[in-house]
């Protein structure tokens, strides 16, 4: 049943469906785990990179209509990671080790385009804790862009090794009969 389109298009459905869930969960939770990208990087990983790019930018777009159209340019970087992961899955096997070097990669990408947009759109504060350290950082001689760019760095570790994780192993439960209905999986065994 490889390549089955329906399987495909329900599948990136609720990966859009867990993305905007999960953003909202855990940002109500206040926690640094924001697993708003956990759907991009399950369809990214096993359906390939163009249908990741697709489901991570969908879910900002539909989220910032939901929300705040402010929050709209962010799609690029949940774009960015249905690119890296799927052109990676593409390659290797979305293993433990390659999840967690793609996590690290991540969370230097993904602070590397949102800072810019979240200094454009909200002028660098994300009205959280850590705008403190941004503050602080800034009263140290830190540009907006600097200060910013650190906090990023730190949120990002956490969420995007831990998201990576968290995929590889959704991944892994899942039975290979369901997988067989994807295009693309390098997903170990």
Not at 32 to 37: A, K, M, N
Not at 97 to 126: E, F, M, Q
Not at 158 to 170: L, M, P, R
Request: net charge positive; proline share 4%.
């Amino acid at each position: 049943m490889k390549n089955n389109k329906a399987y495909i298009i329900a599948f990136c459905g609720v990966c859009i469906a867990m993305n905007i869930v999960l953003g909202i969960i855990t940002s109500a939770l206040g926690i640094p785990l924001y697993l708003d990208t956990l759907g991009t990087v399950l369809t990214a990983a096993l359906i390939g990179p163009l249908p990741g790019v697709i489901v991570g930018s969908l879910s900002n777009i539909i989220t910032g209509f939901m929300y705040s159209v402010s929050d709209i340019p962010f799609f690029l970087v949940n774009a960015a990671v249905g690119l890296i992961v799927g052109l990676a899955a593409k390659k290797w096997k979305f293993t433990l080790p390659t999840a967690l070097i793609l996590g690290l990669v991540l969370s230097v990408v993904c602070p590397v385009i949102g800072t810019p947009i979240g200094i454009l759109v909200y002028g660098g504060l994300n009205g959280s804790w850590s705008d403190v350290l941004v503050v602080a950082l800034q009263q140290t001689g830190h540009s907006i862009f600097a200060a910013s760019f650190i906090r990023n760095i730190g949120s990002n570790l956490i969420d995007k090794v831990g998201t990576c994780v968290i995929g590889w192993a959704i991944l892994k439960a899942l039975p290979m009969r369901f997988k067989d209905n994807f295009v693309h999986q390098k997903v170990a065994q």
